[in-house]
């Protein structure tokens, strides 16, 4: 980690560690089935892409473009198209750890000291909206790095979901919902907005 928080050394540590993972599945890759490959990628390679991989969110599509080549590389050790794994492009990832985290902070499943810093908006007279669930978006002084704290991120693209999803009572369903969600082409230029701002 860089004192800019640009997590430039860390992203090129992580491509390093996977790339070297995906070089030696690749030598046995022909001995292996489709489930057994799959399971080796994920223990030795992709989960290094989830690992605190909301600490990424807000950096410029150049960064993680090297994340999400790092991805590609691995699925086609599999399948030659990501979609049939139904595996999220890394910038999805990013944004489904984020909201994971909100839906637990808002529903008592988070440390208190992360649930202090979401507020439920609450209008000063009564609109629709007073009973969506949304969360008050507030402004960083410091837009370099402060735009990316959890306090001042998560509001955005939780505030952009369907309000049934942020609706959902169980965690399970979330998780699922959420992932569908996310995977519609819609919503990709949500993300890319929500990363943006």
């Known amino acids: ?8 050394h860390h992203i090129n540590n992580v491509c390093k560690s996977a790339s070297h993972a995906i070089r030696n599945i690749g030598r046995i890759r022909k001995y292996l089935g489709k489930g057994d490959c799959e399971k080796l990628i994920h223990a030795f390679a992709t989960f290094r892409l989830d690992c605190c991989n909301s600490i990424l969110y807000g950096l410029p599509m150049s960064e ?10 691995a699925a086609d050790h ?6 049939n794994l139904h595996w999220l492009p890394v910038q999805s990832r990013i944004t489904y750890k984020i ?16 649930s202090e810093l979401l507020h439920i ?8 909206s007073a009973n969506q669930n949304l969360l008050v978006i507030r402004r960083s002084n410091t837009a ?9 991120c998560a509001p955005k693209p939780w505030n952009s979901l ?12 979330f998780k699922s ?8 082409p819609c919503s990709f230029s949500f993300l890319c907005l929500c990363l943006t701002l």
């Open 1 to 8: 980690m860089d004192s800019n928080l640009k997590m430039t």
């Open 64 to 73: 993680l473009s090297k994340l999400q080549r790092l991805q590609n590389t």
């Open 78 to 83: 599999i399948t030659p198209v990501l979609r």
């Open 99 to 114: 909201l994971l985290l909100t839906y637990k902070a808002l529903n008592g499943m988070a440390p208190v000291y992360i």
């Open 121 to 128: 908006y609450k209008p000063s007279r009564s609109l629709r």
């Open 144 to 152: 370099t790095y402060g735009d990316r704290t959890f306090p001042i």
């Open 162 to 173: 369907p309000a049934t999803i942020r609706g959902v009572q169980s965690l399970r369903s």
């Open 177 to 184: 919902q959420l992932k569908t969600y996310l995977f519609q």
